[in-house]
Every structure is written in structure tokens, then in C-alpha cells.
Nanobody, 124 residues
Framework: QVQLVESGGGSVQAGGSLRLSCVSSGYTSSIDSLGWFRQLAGKEREGVAVIYTAEGGAYYADSVKGRFTISQDNAKNTVYLRMNSLKPEDTAMYYC?????????????????WGQGTQVTVSS
């Protein structure tokens, strides 16, 4: 089992920045990908950014390329999502996820572990 705990969400004005953090614990050797998804009520969960921890590569949704950066600190078992130039359409619940062999582009159905979510609200 892998446990994921997110933090760092909040409210910000358009153009502002936030950094989300996700601390993983448990059987982390069973996973090779960590990422962030977001979801609005009644909508499908969308992959935002994923880091492939073994290879070091990353995936970004087109809507966030150039604005968001995913990174990891292995010593702290933490993955970060730095979000710059935030837009109102970035408003959503953001979830940290972990999995193995999740594919590229990553599918949410390939991630077996999820955090509880952290809300990000961007006002215009």
C-alpha cells in the first residue's frame, strides 16, 4: 500500500502562483510514476502532470505546458507541482496519484493510489 497526502492548495488571483506538495509513504518501491490530476464537479478527472520517477521524464497536459512544473525530492518522498500564471480555468480539486506502468499519456485508470485532494481556486 502507498499513502499520499497533499497540501498547498488555496485561493489566488489570476496570474498568481501556488505550489502543491504530495508526500508519499508505505510501499513506495512498488510505484514508478507520481502525478497530479484535477477534477471539476461532474467532469472527468484530467491528468495535469506526471513524473516518471525511474526514467526522470515528465508529462504535461497541453493546457498547463509552460506554466506548471512537476518535480520530486526523493529524500523527502515528496512530489511538487509548481503552478504559475494561474487562470480561472485552473480552478479544480487537485489530486496526487501514484502508480506503476501508467503509460504515456498517463491514464487515471492506471493509477492505483490517490490522495484526498486539495482545492485550488483562481479568481479573475
Amino acid at each position: 500500500q502507498v499513502q499520499l497526502v497533499e497540501s498547498g492548495g488555496g485561493s489566488v488571483q489570476a496570474g498568481g502562483s501556488l505550489r502543491l506538495s504530495c508526500v508519499s509513504s508505505g510501499y513506495t518501491s512498488s510505484i514508478d510514476s507520481l502525478g497530479w490530476f484535477r477534477q471539476l464537479a461532474g467532469k472527468e478527472r484530467e491528468g495535469v502532470a506526471v513524473i516518471y520517477t525511474a526514467e526522470g521524464g515528465a508529462y504535461y497536459a497541453d493546457s498547463v505546458k509552460g506554466r506548471f512544473t512537476i518535480s520530486q525530492d526523493n529524500a523527502k518522498n515528496t512530489v511538487y507541482l509548481r503552478m504559475n500564471s494561474l487562470k480561472p480555468e485552473d480552478t479544480a480539486m487537485y489530486y496526487c496519484a501514484a502508480g506503476r506502468w501508467v503509460g504515456y499519456p498517463p491514464s487515471q485508470y492506471s493509477f492505483g493510489y490517490w490522495g484526498q485532494g486539495t482545492q485550488v481556486t483562481v479568481s479573475s
